[in-house]
């Protein structure tokens, strides 16, 4: 199974602020990465697939990049409503995976 | 639009099979799969497997292979996910979602919480 790990795993930030989360697979899944945002008590949220491309009616703030094994979520100008979790999940190969997630708190 | 509309929460003793549905709406049914994910409490997500809408094929992680069942009643609309001789391990929100292409989950139902206990 390809293991997917993010870091952090939590992340303190003020709103205005720009984070970045990243994503590493335990081996080569070409451009096949999804990021999804999860607020408590309600399902996931997709906000990018195939690494880089924003799932239609979410924000241009939100941005991915990466390729092969290393991938990125950026943030910019956080609003109170982005505080959640955030999670990576390879679709590349079976079993499709996800990551640990990441905890985005108010600071 | 996409909707995906998932049956109520469920309370079972360990042993028993729970079967949850989802309900579809808003595209054609067959056009699609229909994954589902399920995540315990406080965890990460754990994918389970995916039913293809059109032809019924199925594909299932090895973890819960020979206990998950998925089906679908393409008359209804409407996905189907067993999980049998349930243990208070598999206590968690089960998800569908719609595949977008390629195994890309882009719509999700809202979840059904299931609690195994005695």
């Known amino acids: 199974d390809i293991q997917m790990t993010q870091s952090p795993s939590s992340l303190s930030a003020s709103v205005g602020d720009r984070v970045t989360i990243t994503c590493r697979a335990s081996q080569g899944i070409s451009n096949y990465l999804a990021w999804f945002q999860q607020k408590p008590g309600k399902a996931p949220k997709s906000l990018i697939y195939?690494?880089?491309s924003l799932q239609s009616g979410v924000p241009s703030k939100f941005s991915g990049s990466g390729s092969g094994t290393d991938f990125t979520l950026t943030i910019s100008s956080l609003q109170p409503e982005d505080f959640a979790t955030y999670y990576c999940?390879?679709?590349?190969?079976?079993?499709?995976?996800f990551g640990q997630g990441t905890k985005l708190e108010i600071k | 639009q996409v909707q995906l509309v998932q049956s109520g929460a469920e309370v079972k003793k360990p042993g028993a099979s729970v079967k949850v549905s989802c309900k579809a709406s808003g595209y054609t049914f067959t056009s699609y799969a229909i994954h589902w994910v399920r995540q315990a409490p406080g965890q990460s997500l754990e994918w389970m497997g995916w039913?293809?809408?059109?032809?019924?094929?199925?594909k299932y992680s090895e973890k819960v292979q020979g206990r998950v069942t998925i089906t679908r009643d393409t008359s209804a609309s409407t996905a189907y996910m067993e999980l049998s001789s349930l243990r208070s391990e598999d206590t968690a929100v089960y998800y569908c979602?719609?595949?977008?292409?390629?195994?890309?989950?882009?719509?999700w139902g809202q979840g059904t919480l299931v609690i195994v206990s005695s």
């Open positions: 999940q390879q679709y590349n190969s079976y079993p499709l995976t």
């Open positions: 195939a690494a880089s």
């Open positions: 979602a719609r595949d977008w292409g390629m195994n890309y989950v882009a719509h």
């Open positions: 039913i293809n809408g059109g032809n019924g094929e199925t």
